[in-house]
């Protein structure tokens, strides 16, 4: 990709209306466009990026056995009469009429939904346990929307449904999604930390948030610091397995947000050990039994042949927050730092003299053999000066650069420079291919 050819509207001034850093950077980088208060348009970058976040989100949720499938954003208003949440969700639902008077919402959420489609078509313990999951927009008409795309109004959630005969069976469905968050976050260079979130009238132990510590987290929250040397689950997890060994692990330190903290539990932790921080909300399991399936007829014959309604929870993961609680963990004064996972491109390739006959061929020679290599290159072919260069190229944040000119060429050099640690080499044209595959 030639930026050149790239509609990637960068900002000199930093927007005065962005509070924080992350804001700040997806405004200047050309990733997102306000159109709205909380609306955004999805620039191509800023889309990129979107793109393979929720393709990780995507992979984690099929490998822990959920299934994709996609509800419309459109729903009506009766399906919301049947749970009696209509009424009780209040001003965050966007009510909308239809031309024949009919009452829709843009969903905030699927709950209900996704049990109208599960009580059509199982009538049978046999066809569980069963999860299902999409991403999809919502919309929630926020009092506050604010910090960009991070509380935005409309905005891209991956929600989760599963289903089973009973507690027990919710659990290691539970369990599961447990693990899936861990793993997913940790792919995305982030390091989140489930906490424990209120469950409202269930009660119980089966509600986790999935945090993110950020100085500018709208969450107020506590834990042991021992919470956050343990490992991830690995790719060869067995989610049929139990799972529960590790979920004690992860759930033995203390932590927990504000609604949820227990004072004299913290306080028996080390002091050193000791860590009160604000967070970032980018996940939220829970577990709510029979709340939906039970008004809503969503039953199921049991071994005996006796019909009950399901147990249910939902899994969310804030798909388009991810990319402001990315930029939050991974930014310097120059700009974003984007971990390889979810780079919009791996590699700048700058061209510092275009139009130059040798520089052209080198980096032509360069793009072709990194991306027969699977490697997503994009090139700064623009004719500006290099300053220019090295500080676009620094704001967009690739993980990459790969800085090419006629002086280096005469000695048969390139000069490659990773964005994360500021290291700089100056090597072979085959040699930076060698390192960059
Ligand atoms: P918050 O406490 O930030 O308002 P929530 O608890 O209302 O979030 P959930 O209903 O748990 O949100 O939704 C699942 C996930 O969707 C959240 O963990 C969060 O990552 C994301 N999310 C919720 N509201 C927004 C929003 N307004 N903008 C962007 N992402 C959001
Ligand atoms: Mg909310
Ligand atoms: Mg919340
Ligand atoms: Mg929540």
Redesign the pocket.
């Known amino acids: 990709m030639r930026l050149s050819r790239t509609f990637l509207p960068i900002l000199k001034e930093t927007p005065k209306e962005a509070e924080i850093v992350s804001h700040r950077l997806m405004l200047r980088a050309g990733l997102i466009r306000q159109e709205a208060a ?1 609306i955004y348009a999805w620039l191509p970058f800023g889309l990129r990026v979107l793109r393979k976040i929720e393709q990780i989100v995507r992979e984690e949720q099929n490998r822990a056995g959920a299934q994709e499938l996609l509800m419309p954003t459109i729903q009506p208003a009766d399906l919301w009469r049947e749970s009696g949440r209509y009424d009780a969700y209040g001003k965050e639902m966007l009510r909308i009429a239809d031309r024949h008077e009919r009452e829709m919402l843009y969903g905030p ?1 699927n709950e209900e939904m996704i049990t109208d489609i599960f009580r059509a078509s199982v009538r049978s313990y046999k066809d569980l346990p069963m999860n299902l999951y999409h991403i999809q927009w919502k919309f ?1 008409d ?1 009092v506050r ?1 604010r910090f960009g ?5 409309e ?1 891209l ?1 991956k ?1 989760a449904y599963s289903f089973d005969l009973d507690k027990e069976g919710a659990r290691h469905a539970y369990n599961r999604m447990f693990v899936a968050y861990l793993r997913t976050f940790a792919r995305m260079g982030l390091q989140a930390i489930p906490m424990r979130a209120d469950t409202g009238p269930i009660g119980g132990d089966m509600s986790h ?1 999935f945090i993110i510590l950020a100085s500018t987290g ?2 107020e929250v506590f834990c042991d610091k021992a919470i956050l040397d343990l490992p991830i689950p690995g790719e060869d997890t067995d989610f049929d397995s139990d799972l529960t060994p590790v979920i004690d692990a992860w759930t033995t330190p203390y932590a927990a947000t504000d609604e949820m903290h227990d004072a004299s539990a913290y306080e028996a932790v080390a002091e050193d050990a000791r860590m009160s921080a604000r967070g970032i ?4 399991i829970f577990y709510f039994g029979t709340k939906y399936s039970e008004p809503m007829g969503a039953k199921v014959a049991g071994p005996d042949g006796v019909e009950v309604p399901v147990h249910m929870g939902s899994y ?3 798909v ?2 991810l990319l402001g609680a990315i930029i939050e963990a991974h930014h310097d004064e120059a700009g974003i730092k984007w971990p390889a996972s979810v780079a919009p491109f791996h590699v700048g390739l700058i061209n510092l003299k275009p139009g130059d006959a040798e520089s052209d061929a080198a980096c032509a020679d360069l793009e072709r053999q990194l991306t027969a290599a699977g490697i997503e290159v994009l090139v700064d072919d623009v004719d500006t000066r290099a300053g220019a260069k090295f500080a676009t190229m620094d704001l967009i944040g690739l993980p990459w650069q790969l800085i090419v000119g006629p002086r280096g060429l005469k000695e048969g050099v390139v000069e490659i420079k990773n964005r994360a640690s500021g290291e700089r080499s100056t090597v072979s044209p085959q040699e930076a291919v060698t390192r960059l595959v």
């Not at 795309?149 to 109004?153: A, F």
């Not at 909300?281 to 939220?284: D, L, T, Y």
């Open positions: 909380g959420t929630r926020e929307p795309i991070m509380r935005g109004r905005f959630m929600d948030e709208e969450s909300e980018v996940g939220h969310g993961v804030g388009s927050r």
